[in-house]
């Protein structure tokens, strides 16, 4: 790919949002589908959180099982201008967060990949997960739904370039499997020539 790998994860309502109408998210999946992302965070180089995210949440960003921590910790990364607080929990995690002020996706996939870091989990938020899926580099899609309905403006993806039903991003579907009531979806970009 001449960039890593990446994996776009979000959480959402059956009814697409990713929070309630005041910010809140917390949680929306149950027990079953939390424990899976941590997992897979475990399998990732590094996990990528825009600056709405690491401000709004305070995510740790570290990947926890029943025991603590994962042997393998995925390298925090956060996108964005905006500064994040010096008593921020991912400036804890045990690698050195990195942190990019350019929203160029391009060059910023470069310079992980220069740093090493091949396996890239994506998780936060709408706008972050939009920007790279609207670039085309989304390469798996990981969507966990729960059997709940929220309502509101705070869709769990936003603006990807789509204006008219023909721009629609086909996707194939890899699996789908339920994660106690939730369900995790599977998929990934189908390519431009047979997305139409």
Request: aromatic share 6%; net charge negative.
């Amino acid at each position: 790919l001449g960039r890593p790998h990446v994996t776009v994860k979000w959480a959402q309502s059956l009814d697409g949002r990713a929070a309630a109408s005041d910010g809140t998210s917390k949680w929306i999946t149950g027990p079953a589908a939390r424990f899976d992302v941590h997992r897979r965070r475990a399998e990732a180089d590094a996990i990528v959180v825009g600056t709405g995210t690491a401000i709004a949440d305070d995510p740790a960003l570290t990947a926890r099982n029943d025991d603590g921590l994962f042997p393998h910790q995925p390298v925090p990364v956060v996108i964005g201008a905006r500064e994040v607080p010096a008593d921020a929990l991912l400036r804890q995690h045990p690698h050195a967060p990195l942190f990019y002020t350019s929203h160029d996706l391009t060059a910023t996939l470069v310079d992980l990949l220069d740093k090493g870091l091949h396996r890239v989990f994506v998780e936060g938020g709408p706008t972050l997960a939009s920007a790279f899926i609207a670039a085309g580099y989304a390469d798996r899609l990981l969507t966990y739904v729960a059997p709940t309905l929220l309502g509101g403006p705070r869709a769990a993806l936003t603006e990807m370039g789509v204006r008219t039903i023909t721009d629609q991003r086909r996707l194939d579907i890899e699996s789908i499997d339920r994660l106690g009531d939730d369900l995790l979806i599977v998929s990934h970009p189908r390519p431009e020539s047979e997305s139409h």
